[in-house]
């Protein structure tokens, strides 16, 4: 495992330029919080990037909830996204077969590749999704661009458990050169072959609260700190942050618990 090491460290060496550049953002801004902007509206969404953009690392989108969504909404998420120095994932939970991902991904009116530096997707269908997607990305002129795999789920109830957790890490390690990671609530070392050691899938972790427990859809939350305990390096949050009564102090409280946390447990 390499949750032990720095971010430095994984930055240097790390074989995807994308988790490269993320791990170096992390440590230029002592940040490890992906805000969950999960706001309905263009403005809403836009103003709340650029008033918390300074203080994340990756800003995660469902772009499909904007009620306005036109060439704007990209236009800004760009602008933003480069104004602070964050990337852009959206959590689009792909999970068709390979052939139709495709077109998902590529084109449509969203056309999520062109802005998207991350996207994620369920393995439930096999791994041709995986090689679906590659595909784009390495056949297209843009350089920076990955996938996280969904190997777990924060919500009650998930049938995301067990050998599913584990089939989801076999076809990450299928395509080490895309797949930078998975969405996890833990490190899942006991899925991992130590004995690769050159391998570093970077774990995300939804479901990030300070103040709650969870909701009545069945959300569960961890905190950040124990997020980061349980081997968590990105720490996704939404409503513990933008619907504070106050984001930006909101947002500066995750980033000092996600750092100091991540700070305790390097070597
Ligand atoms: P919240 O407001 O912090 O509960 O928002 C959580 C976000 O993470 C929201 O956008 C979900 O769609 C997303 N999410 C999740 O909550 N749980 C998961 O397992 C995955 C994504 Br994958």
Redesign the pocket.
């Known amino acids: 495992s390499k949750s032990r090491l720095s971010f430095a460290k994984r930055a240097e060496q790390h074989r995807n330029p994308l988790a490269r550049h993320l791990f170096a953002l992390a440590e230029k801004k002592q940040s490890n919080v992906v805000l969950?902007a999960?706001l309905t509206t263009t403005n809403d969404l836009l103003d709340l990037a650029d008033r918390l953009g300074p203080y994340i690392v990756v800003l995660?989108t469902?772009i499909d909830i904007l009620s306005d969504f036109n060439d704007d909404t990209i236009a800004g998420l760009t602008e933003l996204s480069k104004k602070h120095d964050f990337l852009i994932f959206e959590?689009r939970?792909f999970v068709d077969i390979g052939n139709t991902v495709q077109k998902q991904y590529k084109g449509g009116v969203l056309r999520i590749h062109d802005w998207a530096h991350i996207v994620?997707l369920s393995v439930l269908a096999g791994p041709g999704i995986v090689h679906a997607l590659e595909e784009t990305i390495k056949n297209g002129d843009i350089s920076e661009r990955g996938l996280l795999i969904?190997a777990?789920?924060?919500?009650k109830g998930?049938l995301a458990t067990g050998s599913y957790t584990k089939a989801s890490i076999d076809i990450a390690r299928m395509y080490p050169e895309t797949v930078m990671g998975w969405?996890a609530t833990r490190e899942l070392s006991q899925f991992v072959d130590s004995k690769t050691d050159d391998e570093d899938f970077v774990v995300f972790t939804?479901?990030?609260?300070i103040s709650s427990q969870g909701?009545t859809f069945g959300?569960q939350?961890q905190t950040p700190t124990t997020a980061m305990a349980g081997g968590s390096d990105f720490l996704?949050?939404?409503?513990?942050i933008y619907?504070a009564a106050d984001p930006v102090a909101a947002v500066q409280e995750y980033r000092k618990a996600g750092w100091d946390a991540y700070k305790a447990r390097i070597e």
């Open positions: 969950s999960d995660k469902h959590d939970k994620n969904l777990e789920m924060t919500s998930s969405v939804t479901g990030v609260n909701d959300q939350y996704i949050a939404g409503r513990g619907a």
